[in-house]
Each structure stands twice: as C-alpha cells, then as structure tokens.
C-alpha cells in the first residue's frame, strides 16, 4: 500500500527509512568490530609482553643455575675465549636469546654476543640483580629495545658473585603482534560479515512494515493520525492483542461516557476496568460478533462495528444512534396513533350513518340514547385514567394507549389499586418505561384466547411502582434476565431501526435512578413487569 497523497508533499527525494536505519546498523556493527578488535588487541601486546620477560628471566634462571658459570666469573678474566663466554653463547644459541651477558660484582661484562664489547660496563644499572633481586624490563639497551630477564649469580657456597642477564629481541614480540592481526581481523570481519546480513535482513522487515516510508513520512502519517483521530465524529478504539486499551478518541470518550481527561489515562488499561462488565465492553472485545451491533452506554444507544488488525488486536468505531432511536420509537408511536385515528374515522363514520338512520326513521328518542352511550364509552374511559392517574403526561399515554389497544382488540384497563399522584421528579422517563413495557404486552397479549393488558401505577411514599400484565405466553424463567439485554427480541425487526432496545431502556433508566426492573410470571397466567422507583416523587 503506498501513500501517494505523501510522496506528492516530499521535498527532494528523502532518504528512506529503510536506508538509514541499515546504514545506522552497519556502522554500529563496524565500530562495535573496530572496538572489540582494538580492546582484544591492547591486553594481547601487554601479554606477549609479560610472555616476553618471562621467558627471558627463565633463560636467565637457567643459566645462573649453571655452577660452572659461576665459577668460571671467579676463575677467569674477561676474555672472548674465556669459558664464560662460551657458556653463554651456547645457551644463547640453544634458546634463541637475542643476548645472555653473564657480569661481575662490578658491573662488567664478562660474556656478549659482540666480543668487542667483553670487558666492558653493562648498559643498564645492574644494581638489583647484584643486590640479590629478579628483575623483568622493556629496556633499550646497546643492541636495542628487548625483554630483559636479570638474575643474580651464587657461587657454591650461596654468595653472590655477578648476575646474569638475558634479553628477548622486542622485533620478535611485535612479529607475534602483528602475526596474530590477520587472524583476528578475519574474525571480526566475519563477525562484521554476520551483523551486516543481520541488519540486512531486519532492514528489510522493517522496510515492510514502514512500507518504505521516510522518517519524515511517519512522523507526518503520526501528527495525521492524531488529528484525524480526535476531530472526526465518529467514536474510535484500539485495542491490543490481550484486550487492554491503546487509544480511546475524544468522541468514544464523550459516547462512552468518560470524563475529557480520563481517556488518556485509559491506555494500557483492561477494557472491562475502562467500561465495566456488560454488553458493551463485550462487543467491542469480540465475545459477541457481527456488524452493526447494537449497545446502550448510559443513556445512550450505539452502534459498533470492530475490525482484527494483524497484530491480533483490533479498532472498534462507535456511532450515536440514541437520537435516530427515539425518532424510530416516536415514529412507532404516530403511526399508532394514525391507525387508532384512522380506525376511529371508520367508527365514526358508522356512527354517523347509524344515526342519520334513526332520524330518518323518526326514531329520535333511539337516537338520542345512541349518542349518549357513544360518547359516555370515551368520557368514561378518560375520566377512570384521570381519576387514578394524576399527573397529565402519563393519563395522556394511558388514554393514548387505550385506544390503540382497542383498535388491536386487546382491552388496556387500569388496575382498581392504581393511584399516582401529581408529584412526579422525572415524568418524561416513566412515559418511557410505561410506553415500552405497554407496547410489548400489547404484542404479546394480542392473538391470545382472552386477551387482556392490565397496568397499575402506584406511589408508596416517595417510591412509584408500575406494573404490566398481559394475557400472552409469558416469560420463561431461565430467560427472564436475558430479555433485558439490548438486542435480544422474540420479533422481527422493523425497516427503520433494531429491536432488542425496549426493555434494556426500561432497565438502564429504572438502576440510573437507582431502581430496579424485573420480568415474572402474573396470576393469570403471561408475563408481569414490575418497575420500582425510589425517591420518583417529590
């Protein structure tokens, strides 16, 4: 996927990603090979150093162990053909010194590789080797700079008559050095070679994943995205792969109910510890799948749709659809009026002919009778609501109602304990839970052999009760909680909106003010919903 929108803003031809960050690597793997090999080769020079002088005093201790050198020191001059110096050229020979210079208490050389120099003071301060001590040097000395070795020399009976010393050519110590180069350049060449493939190899991953995008690329698509994120209005939620929350924008935060300064905070949180337990926080964690999938937060209703990303994470987006819902359930209840108007003009219309009937008959006496009994029915009906039901938008549902409900054939009647006075703190949310649990026990009641709804509304100190009953098939108990989750109907859903929402309204509106809302099983047989509202009355 590419992003031509991006290129087109380029300036010049940016460097990509990719390449920087292989060239980042391989230079981190070549000062990492320059650094290893420089620490690797520091302590070899030191060691073959201390090899060096090692070896140089352990020749010399050799030879000062020789008792005929020692006493050639004591019985011979110092000469070119002198025993001394013959002893100390073939230990010399033997063992590959660049000297072995055998001298007296004086300071004089009694044996060198260079005859000439026989007889003459050493180069060096041979005072601690004379003084009984073993000594071990880098010096410079006549012949150059070498790895010294010097020891005292003991006659037989312990004392000390001269000193040896003995010198490792210091070319022959820098040859091992160098000698050693090329094999440990191979290796850190190799050990390059590797890092080199390695960071390759990651480039290239790391080429798919940015998409061979720039820097400047990414921290643009960045800034984007968080603009983007927090002014469309539309709610968005990422998740990760365990099911904690990686970004929550400004609209989910307003939808779902979050406080503005919470939502930054809900990163890296349990989605259930951000929303709470419920059918929300299982659509958008995946437990409940499909599209379009209807929730209530709160007081509001929402549509969410959740898509996997590859990580095994998923986006989940958020639309208010509480407006769109009411308009739906406002729009249910027009047309029930409508039909209970249109079905009344029928009525009326009958009545009409029926009365031109029996004036034309002459029968005035009839018809008079007839118009008081038509219109006592509906002042009846009208003055038994009022009397029980006090407050106006309440008796103007029930009234409402009842005359739907006589259009289906199902009678709507007010139980004989109703009563509720005109005292109500929220009348617009019981018109709400009376108007769904009403609509639904008409559904259920209609088609039944005795078809009947019966509603009762009542106040018990400061608490409302409101209960439904209906004539249908009830309520099965093993379902009596499940049938207050949003989505779950028995009926088939209307061209305009879900069903599945009644009920779980009913509910969330009766616990926001802190009551409760429960299905049952009425006396008669069908369903009962019971409503209790404390503190619903002033």
């Not at 070498?146 to 490792?168: C, N, Q, T």
């Not at 599945?500 to 009766?510: D, E, K, T």
């Amino acid at each position: 996927m590419r992003f031509p929108l991006l290129s087109a803003r380029r300036l010049g031809l940016p460097r990509r990603a990719v390449s920087q960050i292989l060239l980042t690597q391989l230079a981190i793997a070549a000062g990492v090979a320059v650094l290893a090999t420089g620490l690797f080769l520091a302590p070899l020079s030191a060691q073959l150093d201390d090899q060096a002088m090692r070896r140089a005093l352990a020749i010399a201790q050799s030879a000062a162990a020789d008792p005929a050198l020692a006493a050639g020191v004591l019985s011979s001059g110092a000469s070119a053909d002198s025993p001394v110096q013959s002893s100390a050229e073939r230990i010399r020979r033997a063992t590959g010194a660049e000297y072995v210079v055998v001298l007296d208490l004086d300071g004089i050389r009694r044996s060198h590789p260079s005859a000439d120099r026989i007889g003459l003071p050493v180069s060096t301060d041979p005072s601690d080797a004379l003084a009984g001590r073993e000594v071990m040097e880098i010096d410079e000395g006549t012949l150059g700079r070498s790895a010294r070795g010097k020891v005292p020399l003991l006659a037989a009976d312990g004392e000390i008559v001269g000193a040896v010393s003995v010198g490792i050519a210091y070319d022959s110590v820098r040859d091992r050095l160098l000698g050693a180069i090329p094999g440990l350049l191979a290796y850190a060449g190799g050990a390059l070679a590797a890092g080199a493939l390695a960071a390759y190899l990651l480039s290239r991953r790391i080429q798919r994943q940015t998409r061979d995008l720039a820097f400047s690329d990414i921290a643009g698509l960045l800034a984007e995205r968080e603009a983007m994120l927090h002014s469309i209005r539309e709610g968005v939620i990422a998740l990760a792969p365990d099911g904690r929350v990686r970004l929550v924008n400004d609209e989910a935060a307003r939808l779902l109910g979050l406080a503005p300064d919470a939502a930054d905070g809900c990163a890296g949180r349990p989605l259930e510890d951000v929303l709470g337990a419920g059918r929300t926080a299982d659509v958008l964690s995946g437990r409940v799948t499909g599209r379009d999938l209807l929730t209530v937060q709160g007081s509001r209703v929402l549509v969410a749709n959740r898509m996997p990303t590859e990580d095994g994470g998923a986006v989940a987006t958020l639309r208010d659809r509480t407006e769109l819902e009411h308009l739906g359930r406002e729009l249910d209840s027009t047309r029930g009026l409508i039909d209970a108007l249109r079905a009344q003009d029928h009525e009326h219309a009958n009545r009409l002919h029926t009365l031109l009937g029996l004036l034309e008959l002459g029968l005035h006496e009839e018809a008079v009778e007839f118009v008081t009994e038509v219109a006592g029915v509906h002042r009846t009906t009208a003055e038994q609501v009022t009397e029980k039901v006090h407050d106006p938008l309440l008796a103007a549902l029930l009234v409402g109602k009842a005359t739907v409900a006589a259009e289906r054939g199902v009678p709507l009647r007010l139980a004989g304990t109703s009563l509720l006075p005109d005292r109500l703190v929220d009348p617009g949310g019981l018109v709400t839970i009376l108007g769904n649990l009403v609509d639904n026990a008409l559904d259920a009641a209609a088609g039944s052999a005795a078809p009947l709804v019966e509603v009762e509304l009542r106040a018990e100190g400061r608490t409302a009760v409101l209960r439904v009953r209906d004539s249908g098939p009830g309520v099965p108990a093993a379902r009596r909680e499940e049938i207050f989750t949003e989505g779950w109907s028995t009926k088939q859903p209307k061209a305009h909106r879900e069903r599945g929402l009644g009920l779980a309204l009913v509910r969330r509106l009766a616990e926001r003010q802190g009551g409760s809302a429960r299905a049952g099983e009425a006396a008669d047989g069908g369903a009962e919903f019971s409503v209790v509202l404390p503190e619903a009355l002033r």
